[in-house]
């Protein structure tokens, strides 16, 4: 097609917001859309990902898209030898990443049949073992990051430096604190996909398989067919869930009520039984509170652990729902039990050769789908939770030195740019002079503050220039459901008709009044039985689904988070449907059809 | 042993054969727990004792003898003087008995609908809508023994005969059972398949409802309402509301079964709850998991039975078409292990358009 008439603009035409000139001096130059390339960028198709990354980056957040990308590459193009796919290129414009699949050369697909059978075919033959060793390495490597510990540099070096012969000083300790900090962030992002395509292809195995079975079976279905009950994604919200009930059971539920989170523990403590309900909440808060409101991607997020007033409000919604005699806790067998009768009665529907074949590969996406619920758990939740924090404290020492206003202003910079002010500040120290950074960095923060607030402000064009035909690239239908179908909604979203089309995630039908939320920090407004709209949602909202009466999102694959938890919770969801929480505002009735991934506003 | 009676809760697999596919059904549900409205098979050892008494065998070859089967008028003749004949005699005094006897255990002039229950050897296709007698709402034992004879008479229909005769049948060999049951006062009834009958997929049920008895469904006099759900899940997918203008209800006083124009809000109303729609889909998944087989199910909700347990089968039969279609489908080669999942990288289900 020609590149006038494309589907999509040219990221080449696409205009600065209004107070953004100059955003991409915030951003590496290998992320830029380079006009001496234009050509090439022009005929390649690029879709934003705003299912991670949903609001424009800071600076230094844009270490997680690289790492990211650089270890999802990895495994398709240089490990695994993924017959069709290689990595994901990337571009960042406006502050959103867009994302390109890069595709094998078709004559090179079948040479690679032989490596990838044999790499990833020992992958899947000693799951069990090396899934166990996986985890083993990202524990290690959280208790390496856990023990990073930046320090302040002294105004006169130890005695005992002088006298040991040392013959270093503390700025030693701080860069190499800082780069075993930014080494372990990376080391995680690539552990993250060790398994994590394979898992996916696993299941798209199946997925592909049921469906030629049964043409019109919901993918809802089939996911229910694999998805485990014990996740540990649902943990921190289990957990929560057990602390309201024994905080019933044990008569402290004034004492939990008593003002802030720190006042409710002396309360409980000081309590008959609050004790033992202390060493619950202790042993759950580590590691299980190491649960971020967002999805571990930016510097922003915020984790259970450090916000202990987020899973606190949590508790005192679930003690209500306790004492207004509702069952909270998830009814796992009734789950599990549910999971067999739904396997068995489409199993039933089929020959028996497709029965065989049936049993295999459900027999292998079930060995592998732990991992790909699980592994956000330990990586976006737990590694990079600790990672943030530590990257916070950093921040904290930095601004207490001067550099900055704010105690997290670091992120304004980006992470080479803050290893450059470590610099400033050694050798500042060491010479004796006035740190140079404090002169410049406040007033550049506050210049990348305000495109960042401008550049928030836009809301990212769903795609770039023209999509290929058909979409063929495996993971990009399973991760973001990208299909070609999905991209002739997002064409045919503009032609508004009332009702918005999306992927139907989760069946039902409610009515209701929508609560449109652009951000976790804002989940509180949110009151019982609204319909939650918004960009896109995290396993950590789990708790909220126990209220709303139905999820819309903008972005989301079949294996989205709101998906996943909208059937557990058994409430409607549509997904996937590019603009709702822009269309949408809150206070409209709405209809919600999960059935047919369909959202009307009434009034 | 002959047995001219027997009570659908005594039916056993190897009284298949004296009691004729519906009645087996019936006896089948009945003792698997289903709800299904209590009656009686008036056997084929009945009708074998009628045509004994009577030395109707006789009467009938002599009938049929130089029927020419593709002259339809010859045919006509003779199957009208045939029926004629069964029903002017009276049946065998024990068979009458029998057939009395088990009536009154069903309770005062209670209403029944007395249906012919067809053996194998009939009409491939008979038990389709209209091809055999079916009496609705009949009351008194007089007129119950009076219709189980018309149901056998119907053994005699011009088609009946002229098929036989075609297909080298003796039409001695072939003998007719009779289903009397207790009759429902259906608010709604109707038919479930438990597979598209028009792509023949199996993940779902597809229902056809419409007010009062399920007679104006089966025959299509009037445009049901249609209801979709997926089997497995047991979610309904779709629903289109038709204009039902006519529903068959009981009428008490003329002891039968009268076609009423319906003019109120009802015409355009969902005639089914989403409860009961997913009620009539459970017992239909139900019969097929009991038959091994798709389904075509005829089902009531009755008036006088309390919520939750007003929902009854009124029959259950094998699917024919699709299951036909699906034995004869080649069979289709799967790849597994890693070349499964080779080829699904390879050819992921997004692409196929």
């Known amino acids: 097609m020609d590149a006038q008439k494309s589907l999509f603009p040219s990221a080449f035409e696409v205009e600065t917001p209004k107070g953004a000139d100059g955003w991409k001096d915030l951003y590496p130059y290998y992320t830029h859309f380079n006009p001496n390339r234009r050509e090439q960028d022009d005929n390649t198709f690029w879709f934003c990902n705003s299912q991670h990354w949903p609001t424009p980056f800071r600076p230094f957040d844009t270490i997680m898209l690289d790492f990211a990308i650089k270890g999802l590459g990895q495994y398709n193009t240089r490990h695994l030898l993924v017959p069709p796919a290689n990595g994901v290129d990337y571009r960042i414009l406006n502050g959103y990443v867009y994302f390109s699949p890069v595709a094998v050369a078709p004559e090179q697909i079948e040479g690679r049949v032989p490596q990838f059978m044999e790499r990833a075919g020992h992958y899947f033959m000693n799951w069990g073992d090396l899934y166990a060793n996986w985890k083993e390495k990202v524990l290690a490597k959280i208790k390496e990051l856990d023990a990073i510990n930046f320090t302040t540099l002294p105004d006169v070096e130890a005695l005992d430096v002088v006298t040991g012969g040392v013959g270093l000083d503390s700025t030693n300790q701080l860069f190499d604190q800082y780069d075993k900090a930014i080494e372990m962030c990376y080391k995680i992002w690539q552990y993250h996909f060790e398994f994590l395509n394979l898992g996916y292809a696993a299941y798209l195995d199946f997925f592909g398989f049921v469906k030629e079975q049964f043409p019109s079976i919901p993918d809802q279905a089939i996911a229910k067919m694999v998805q485990g009950v014990d996740s540990e994604l649902f943990r921190p919200d289990d957990e929560i869930k057990k602390l309201a009930k024994l905080a019933v059971e044990l008569g402290l539920v004034q004492a939990v009520h008593t003002g802030s989170v720190d006042d409710a523990l002396a309360a409980i403590a000081a309590a008959p039984n609050g004790d033992k309900w202390i060493a619950q909440w202790n042993a759950a808060k580590d590691p299980w509170f190491n649960f971020t409101s967002g999805n571990g991607f930016y510097s922003t997020d915020k984790y259970w652990i450090d916000h202990l007033d987020i899973p606190f409000g949590y508790l005192r919604d679930y003690i209500e729902r306790v004492e207004a005699g509702e069952e909270i806790m998830r009814p796992t067998a009734k789950l599990l039990a549910e999971r067999d009768r739904i396997t068995s009665e489409y199993r039933e529907m089929m020959d028996d050769e497709a029965q065989a074949v049936f049993d295999g590969k459900l027999g292998l996406a079930r060995v592998v789908f732990p991992y790909v619920e699980d592994h956000n758990f330990y990586i976006e939740h737990w590694a990079l939770g600790t990672f943030w924090r530590k990257m916070r404290e950093l921040s904290q020492l930095l601004c207490d030195e001067g550099f900055w206003n704010n ?75 990208i299909t070609s179908e999905a991209i002739e909604r997002w064409v045919s979203s503009d032609s508004d008709d009332g009702s918005l089309r999306g992927m139907a995630a989760a069946p039902g039908i409610v009515e209701g009044v929508a609560r449109v939320l652009s951000s976790p920090d ?82 | 042993m002959t047995k001219n009676i027997l009570n659908f809760n005594e039916i056993s697999s190897s009284d298949h054969g004296r009691v004729g596919g519906k009645c087996a059904s019936l006896g089948e549900m009945t003792q698997a727990g289903v709800a299904v409205p209590p009656g009686f098979a008036v056997t084929t050892d ?140 259906a608010k709604t009834a109707g038919v479930a398949m438990t597979l598209d009958p028009v792509t023949g997929d ?148 997004g692409s196929k358009t």
């Open chain 2, 46 to 185: 009945a009708y074998a004792a009628m045509l004994e008494c009577h030395d109707l065998g006789a009467e009938i070859e002599r009938h049929l003898q130089g029927v020419d089967p593709d002259d339809l008028a010859s045919v006509d003749k003779a199957a009208q003087s045939i029926r004629q004949r069964i029903r002017s005699h009276a049946m065998p005094k024990d068979v009458e008995y029998d057939i009395r006897t088990a009536y009154a255990a069903m309770g005062d002039n209670m209403p029944v609908a007395v249906r012919s229950s067809a053996t194998a050897e009939d009409l491939p296709d008979a038990s389709f809508a209209g091809q055999q007698d079916t009496y609705l709402w009949v009351r008194g034992a007089d007129a119950v023994v009076n219709h189980v004879r018309d149901c056998w008479a119907s053994l005699y229909t011009t088609r009946a005969v002229s098929y036989r005769e075609k297909n080298k049948i003796p039409h001695i060999d072939v003998l007719m059972s009779v289903g009397v049951q207790k009759m429902v006062k």
């Open chain 1, 522 to 603: 804002q989940l509180r407004e949110l009151q019982k039985g609204e319909i939650l709209v918004t960009p896109v949602t995290a396993p950590s909202w789990a708790p909220v689904f126990g209220k709303i009466g139905a999820a819309v999102t903008d972005i989301g694959g079949m294996m989205s988070h709101a998906a996943i938890v909208c059937r557990e919770y058994g409430l409607p969801a549509v997904t996937g449907t590019g603009n709702a929480s822009s269309k949408i505002t809150t206070g409209m009735r709405l209809r919600v059809d999960g059935n047919n991934g369909t959202v009307t506003v009434l009034d």
């Open chain 1, 407 to 481: 105690a997290d202003d670091m992120f304004f910079l980006n992470r080479n740019e803050v290893r450059d002010v470590l610099w400033d500040y050694s050798s500042s120290w060491a010479i004796g002079v006035a740190k140079r950074g404090t002169d410049v960095w406040p007033a550049e923060i506050e210049r990348r503050r305000a495109i960042h607030l401008a550049l928030s402000k836009v809301r990212p064009l769903p795609a770039l220039n023209n999509p290929p035909e058909v979409i063929t690239e495996p993971f990009t239908i399973m991760l973001w459901g």
């Open chain 2, 202 to 349: 199996r993940t779902r049920i597809v229902i056809d409802a419409s007010w009062g008895l399920g007679e104006m469904v089966v025959s299509g006099v009037v445009t049901p309402d249609n209801f979709v759900v997926e089997k497995v899940l047991e979610e309904i997918l779709d629903r289109t509301i038709s204009d039902k203008h006519v529903e068959l209800v009981g009428d008490e006083a003329a002891g039968q079964a009268v076609e009423r124009e319906i003019t109120d809000e009802r015409r355009t109303q969902c005639c089914l709850s989403d409860a009961e729609i997913l009620a009539v889909a459970r017992l239909a998944k139900r019969l097929e998991k009991q038959n091994k087989c798709p389904q075509d199910v005829e089902w009531a909700i009755d008036t006088d039975l309390p919520e939750g347990e007003n929902l009854l089968a009124l029959q259950s039969r094998p699917e024919t078409i699709w299951s036909q279609k699906e034995k004869d489908k080649p069979k289709t080669s799967y790849m597994t292990g890693m070349m499964g999942i080779v080829n699904t990288l390879n050819n992921p289900f």
